[in-house]
Nanobody, 116 residues
Framework: VQLVESGGGLVQAGGSLRLSCAASGSTFAIHAMGWYRQAPGKQRELVASATRAGTTNYADSVKGRFTISRDNARNIVYLQMNSLEPEDTAVYYC???????????WGQGTQVTVSS
């Protein structure tokens, strides 16, 4: 499975960005797709994930501000990020995995920078 991300960039606090991740390859059995992020000096953390059936999961820090959505037909996952804060600054990585597979496949990462 190959994952290609797009949509990162520089935005002011309070602004919005939308990340996209397109999967290719053996995508028919992908169970969950999601987004992780890693800030300098910190561990990579889950931001949001969505299963093929539509079950979503969010980090507490982004609930109410970020929305994950998934187009199963096109194997694309989106992350709509609103009310961005400087603390959201990180490299965002797309992740895809089969049932029972951890950690799964990773994209190359896209930088999100939120200025105060």
């Amino acid at each position: 499975v190959q994952l290609v991300e797009s949509g990162g960039g520089l935005v002011q606090a309070g602004g919005s960005l939308r990340l996209s991740c397109a999967a290719s390859g053996s995508t028919f059995a992908i169970h969950a797709m999601g987004w992780y992020r890693q800030a300098p000096g910190k561990q990579r953390e889950l931001v949001a994930s969505a299963t093929r059936a539509g079950t979503t999961n969010y980090a507490d820090s982004v609930k109410g501000r970020f929305t994950i959505s998934r187009d199963n037909a096109r194997n694309i996952v989106y992350l709509q990020m609103n009310s961005l804060e400087p603390e959201d600054t990180a490299v965002y990585y797309c992740n895809a995995r089969y049932v029972g597979q951890y950690p799964g496949y990773w994209g190359q990462g896209t930088q999100v920078t939120v200025s105060s």
